[in-house]
């Protein structure tokens, strides 16, 4: 199965700031076919990019995703207070479906 | 919208069968795939499965022998069974829907907030 490897696992940055997150995987990721979601404490995972760089409905423009073949990266231009949270890639080109460990943004 | 709740037993003994049902509120299970997705402690999220609500199943290979999920459209539920479950099964388990851009291709994009099961004695 495709492993995702997630970096940094965390992430220390204030509001305004720019966050680029990276996930790389362990062979090519069949069409591109990465997903990015974001999780809060107590919160369901939300749906933030699918095919590495396609904005899920409702997202802000702030939200961006880039790579292909083996490296991806989510990059949020400035971050919002809300914007606080774990970050987790997921690819769905080969089956099983497998997911990054996350990365978390926390406020320096 | 649509939205999912997971409900079930926390506590599970080993050995016996994990039994998880999802909820689907805002919408309907029919002409959609269903998955199941879980998170051990301190581990990385699993995909466990996902079954098409007209029956179409496809299965984790990690699990597949103790997995089994199913659909039923006239309660708008989804469910988890999972048998002989040991320590190794104790997780967040969380329910989602399917969608792709491309048959076959599949990432889900509304989740519950996730349930927690313990197996223990």
């Known amino acids: 199965e495709i492993v995702l490897t997630q970096s940094p696992g965390t992430l220390s940055l204030s509001p305004g700031e720019r966050a680029t997150l990276s996930c790389r995987a362990s062979?090519?990721?069949?069409?591109?076919?990465l997903a990015w979601y974001q999780q809060k404490p107590g919160q369901a995972p939300r749906l933030l990019i699918y095919?590495?760089?396609s904005r899920a409905t409702g997202i802000p423009d702030r939200f961006s995703g880039s790579g292909s073949g083996t490296d991806f990266t989510l990059t949020i231009s400035r971050l919002e207070p809300e914007d606080f949270a774990v970050y987790f890639c997921q690819q769905y080109g080969t089956s099983p479906r497998t997911f990054g460990q996350g990365t978390k943004v926390d406020t320096k | 919208q649509v939205q999912l709740q997971e409900s079930g037993p926390g506590l599970v003994k080993p050995s016996e069968t994990l039994s998880l049902t999802c909820t689907v509120s805002?919408?309907?299970?029919?002409?959609?795939?269903w998955s199941w997705i879980r998170r051990p402690p301190g581990k990385g999220l699993e995909w466990i499965g996902h079954?098409?609500?007209?029956?179409?199943?496809d299965y984790n290979p990690s699990l597949k022998s103790r997995v089994t999920i199913s659909v039923d459209t006239s309660s708008n539920q989804f469910s988890l069974k999972v048998n002989s479950v040991t320590a190794a099964d104790t997780a967040v388990y969380y329910c989602?829907?399917?969608?792709?851009?491309?048959?076959?291709?599949?990432?889900?994009?509304?989740w519950g907030k996730g349930t927690t099961v313990t197996v223990s004695s």
């Open positions: 989602a829907r399917d969608v792709s851009t491309f048959p076959h291709y599949y990432y889900m994009d509304v």
């Open positions: 095919g590495a760089s």
């Open positions: 079954m098409f609500y007209s029956g179409s199943t």
């Open positions: 062979q090519s990721v069949s069409s591109n076919y």
């Open positions: 805002g919408g309907s299970t029919s002409g959609y795939y």
